[in-house]
């Protein structure tokens, strides 16, 4: 299995995917990163990508394939929210989410496929979250996505193992971003106070565990936890 070469990482402009598309040049990958703007901070190189519309993920991936090389490790990292009750949820904010965050994953590991099977390894983590399995009142379009990230990544997993590549799952707990920024001071403490290690994740450790599953070589269709013991392994 592969453990450089060109990494993809979704939403790599800001929060978690800025920290992960960080770590893995540290860790020698040739990083681009994906995002809407086609621009990333910090030097890193970009492409023009919005996850939710399958015709640019096509053409991100066709850019990247002539300007880099095949990609070998994809980040699916970008991804939204539309908190509210089911009861007020809209149409729009149900297919807003599934789309962008569960649809978009599915169709940018299938484009994936083609370079990965060719190169006979690669490797594809998704980035889901502890609420997949623990429910989240507010989340339902949410946490719907990031469980079917999970059926995604291990059936995908059986599929493409014996072609030498891994899918596997990060699942962060609470983590510092302009996600979580939008939280008022009563859900932070009653989350807080439900974190075990007592306070919300930096961007850096997801990073870390991602750095970590893209230098494994035995590791498929997991889902690892990186959420302060909030879900307690699972
Ligand atoms: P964030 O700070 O809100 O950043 C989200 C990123 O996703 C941005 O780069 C954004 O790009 C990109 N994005 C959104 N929709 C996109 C689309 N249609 N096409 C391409 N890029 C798109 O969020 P974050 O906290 O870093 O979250 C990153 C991932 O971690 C998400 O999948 C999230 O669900 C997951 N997660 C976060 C937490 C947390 O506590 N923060 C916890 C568990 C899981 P723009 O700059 O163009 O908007």
């Given at each position: 299995m592969t453990s450089t070469g060109v990494a993809l990482v979704t939403?790599?402009?800001?929060?978690i995917g800025l920290a992960i598309a960080q770590r893995l040049r540290e860790e020698g990958w040739s990083v681009v990163v994906g995002s809407r703007s086609g621009e990333a901070p910090d030097g890193l190189a970009a492409v023009t990508l919005d996850v939710s519309d399958p015709a640019s993920i096509e053409s991100a991936y066709a850019e990247i394939e002539e300007k880099?090389?095949?990609?070998a490790l994809l980040v699916a990292n970008a991804g939204i929210t539309r908190d509210t009750l089911l009861m007020r949820m809209s149409d729009d904010d149900i297919d807003a989410v599934l789309q962008t965050n569960l649809g978009g994953s599915i169709r940018l590991a299938r484009r994936a496929m083609k370079g990965m099977i060719r190169a006979k390894g690669g490797h594809i983590i998704f980035v889901g979250s502890?609420?997949?399995?623990?429910g989240s009142g507010g989340q339902v379009n949410y946490a719907a996505a990031k469980a079917g990230l999970v059926g995604a990544a291990r059936s995908l997993a059986r599929e493409v193992g014996s072609r030498g590549i891994s899918v596997n799952v990060v699942a962060p707990g609470f983590v510092e971003t302009d996600m979580t920024a939008e939280l008022d001071e009563g859900q932070r403490a009653a989350i807080l106070s439900g974190i075990p290690l007592g306070r919300y994740a930096q961007p850096v450790e997801i990073a870390d565990v991602v750095g970590f599953l893209a230098r494994s070589t035995y590791i498929t269709g997991a889902v690892i936890p990186v959420d302060g013991g909030l879900g307690m392994g699972h």
């Open positions: 939403g790599g402009n800001r929060g880099n090389g095949p990609v502890v609420v997949w399995a623990l």
